[in-house]
């Protein structure tokens, strides 16, 4: 029942086309983040879940009954959004109180469900603190509280975190998640931030410019991005693509790295995808991927380097053949010195430039 079908789905404003023919499956229970740059359509995309907006053409379905002219107050979805909606003038227990109450829930059920939900989003202590006291981050908690109260078999959020400081988020990030295991909610989740839709999500829908560009888990849409959006979105920093073209002999692939620059040796099977491929290539890898070795790979001089905590970050090369490597601990290069470095085969991913679409 709670399973959410797009089926064809498209919003227009005008002649502007936000949302292009979205297709997308939501399991019953499941985590679902909608995740992409501003401007993408995933507010678009979530507000016609939510029944606010009308799509212009498509479906969306609600197990197998079709939403079209459901109002929104009859569709069972919770809803917050990235402006905490309570009542101040009244207390945490009166705002977390205030749906089941309208619903005419009896007092001892009231108290026994605010008593959970407070205790699960850490209000506890705060019941009967005025809620125009409080902080912003406590007022986000406590909007998120107001709708999960409900118990909605449908949660949908919208950038709900992107106001609260950063420590709070990543608390906040770990209460969500408990909150939809407890509740066994379908959940869908908009954010332009990866962290979230990595730690949170069973699986990730990427989109960009209105389209759908990938659904995978967080690992799936990490290791193998679709396409070089995708391959570029995810990750911080995110993949490295170098210009190359198959070899003339089929046994590999010239990368594009400057004088400098050595081209890397190819896997078999990798070898064998590029005899399809006609045109440039994009080879792609991890900047986490990357191993300093001897010789064998990538060679180009280090123009910077980054020491983040445990983190290194090794900028390499200049403009197109720019890459990063990033290493766990402090490795021992330094400018104007040359690094070579290498991702292991299997990581390897090669994109069709023209398209942007994975090889493999
Ligand atoms: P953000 O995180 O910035 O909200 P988003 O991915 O959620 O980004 P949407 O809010 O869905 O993006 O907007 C998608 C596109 O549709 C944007 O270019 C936006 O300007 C446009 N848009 C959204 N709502 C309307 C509207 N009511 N009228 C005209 N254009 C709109």
Not at 165 to 171: C, E, P, S
Not at 278 to 304: C, K
């Amino acid at each position: 029942m709670s399973a959410i079908h797009l089926q064809n789905l498209v919003k227009t404003f005008g002649d502007f086309n936000a949302l292009k023919t979205m297709d997308l499956a939501i399991a019953d229970g499941e985590f679902m983040a909608l995740l992409g740059p501003s401007g993408c359509g995933k507010s678009t995309t979530m507000n016609m879940i939510a029944g606010m907006e009308q799509p212009t053409s498509g479906k969306i379905l609600f197990g197998d009954r079709d939403m079209a002219g459901v109002p929104m107050g009859r569709r069972g979805v919770g809803f917050v959004f990235q402006n905490y909606a309570i009542f101040t003038h009244m207390t945490v227990r009166q705002n977390l109180a205030y749906g089941p109450r309208m619903r005419g829930a009896a007092k001892a059920e009231i108290d026994r469900r605010v008593g959970t939900i407070a205790e699960m989003l850490q209000l506890t202590p705060l019941l009967d603190r005025k809620a125009d006291r409080l902080s912003v981050n406590i007022l986000q908690r406590v909007a998120i509280g107001r709708s999960a109260i409900m118990e909605p078999a449908i949660f949908l959020l919208d950038e709900p975190l992107s106001n609260v400081d950063a420590a709070f988020r990543a608390v906040m990030r770990t209460e969500l998640k408990q909150l939809q295991r407890q509740f066994r909610q379908t959940m869908v989740y908009v954010t332009h931030d990866q962290l979230e839709a990595m730690t949170m999500a069973d699986r990730i829908a990427v989109m960009d410019h209105g389209v759908l560009q990938q659904v995978g888990t967080p690992l799936e849409v990490y290791n193998n991005p679709a396409n070089v959006f995708v391959a570029r979105f995810i990750g911080a920093p995110g993949m490295n693509l170098l210009k190359g073209r198959p070899a003339e002999s089929d046994r590999g692939l010239v990368v594009d790295l400057g004088p400098l620059g050595v081209t890397p040796p190819l896997p078999d099977e990798l070898a064998a995808a590029l005899r399809g491929v006609r045109g440039d290539v994009l080879y792609g890898f991890r900047p986490e991927q990357a191993m300093l070795v001897e010789n064998g790979g990538i060679s180009m001089p280090v123009t910077f380097v980054e020491r983040i905590g445990a983190r290194t970050i090794v900028h390499l090369g200049q403009g197109e053949n720019a890459v990063k490597a990033v290493f766990d601990n402090d490795v021992g290069v330094s400018i104007e010195q040359a690094a070579t470095i290498a991702p292991p085969a299997p990581s390897v991913r090669i994109f069709d430039a023209a398209t942007g679409v994975a090889v493999n």
